[in-house]
C-alpha cells in the first residue's frame, strides 16, 4: 500500500521560510515523478513543483524564484524549500508522486501552511 506523509507545514509571517517533507512508502521501484500541489480555501487545487527521477524540475509560476523542490531518491523523500513566503501561499499543501509532469497517482493528506502576520 502507498502511502505519503507530508510534514513541515506551520504558521510563518510574510517574508519567512519553510521547508515540506514528504515520505513515500510501499512503492518498491523509483518513483518516476515526485511533486507537491495546494489548495487554498475555497479554491481548486493546483500544481506547485514537481521533480522527475532524473532531475528535471518544474515550476508554477507563482512560486517561481521563491521555491525550490530536491528529493533524495534513497529514501523515497520529496522536499520543498519555501522562502519569501506570502500570506496568498496559504493553503494545505499536498504531495504526489506519480508520472507525466504533474503527478497525481497517489497523494498525501496534506501539511497546512499560514502565512500570516
Known amino acids: 500500500q502507498v502511502q505519503l506523509v507530508e510534514s513541515g507545514g506551520g504558521l510563518v509571517q510574510p517574508g519567512g521560510s519553510l521547508r515540506l517533507s514528504c515520505v513515500a512508502s510501499?512503492?518498491?521501484?523509483?518513483?518516476?515523478?515526485m511533486g507537491w500541489y495546494r489548495q487554498a480555501p475555497g479554491k481548486q487545487r493546483e500544481p506547485v513543483a514537481a521533480m522527475a527521477s532524473g532531475g528535471r524540475t518544474t515550476y508554477a509560476d507563482s512560486v517561481k524564484g521563491r521555491s525550490t523542490i530536491s528529493r533524495d531518491n534513497t529514501k523515497n523523500t520529496v522536499y520543498l524549500q519555501m522562502n519569501s513566503l506570502k500570506p496568498e501561499d496559504t493553503a494545505v499543501y499536498y504531495c504526489a508522486v506519480g508520472g507525466g509532469i504533474w503527478p497525481n497517482a497517489y497523494w498525501g493528506r496534506g501539511t497546512q501552511v499560514t502565512v500570516s502576520s
Open positions: 510501499g512503492i518498491s521501484a523509483t518513483i518516476n515523478v
